[in-house]
Nanobody, 115 residues
């Protein structure tokens, strides 16, 4: 089993920054990708950013140029640096890990951006 624990959420004013962290532990041996998703109230969960095992990254159009995903392989931790935050970025942010054919999820961390 794999456990994921997110941290770093909170309340921030529009234009501000936050850095989310996701620490993975357990039976980790061959991570294919780690992702950040978010779910705003009344909306479907959406993929925000991905970092693949080789280090390449992908971003949703809505966060390109503002968010940066990175990782610390030694600590099995992935980060999401969020800059120039907007009220529409308000959501619960979830970390997700894909290993072989299995997908694991954290419980999420709430980000609230005030206008």
């Amino acid at each position: 089993q794999v456990q994921l624990v997110e941290s770093g959420g909170g309340l921030v004013q529009a234009g501000g920054s936050l850095r989310l962290s996701c620490a993975a532990s357990g039976s980790i041996f061959s991570i294919n990708a780690m992702n950040w998703h978010r779910q705003a109230p009344g909306k479907q969960r959406e993929l925000v950013a991905t970092i693949f095992s080789g280090g390449s990254t992908n971003y949703a159009d809505s966060v390109k140029g503002r968010f940066t995903i990175s990782r610390d392989n030694a600590k099995n931790t992935v980060f999401l640096q969020m800059n120039s935050l907007k009220p529409e970025d308000t959501a619960v942010y979830y970390c997700n890990l894909v290993q072989n054919l299995a997908t694991y999820w954290g419980k999420g961390t709430l980000v609230t951006v005030s206008s």
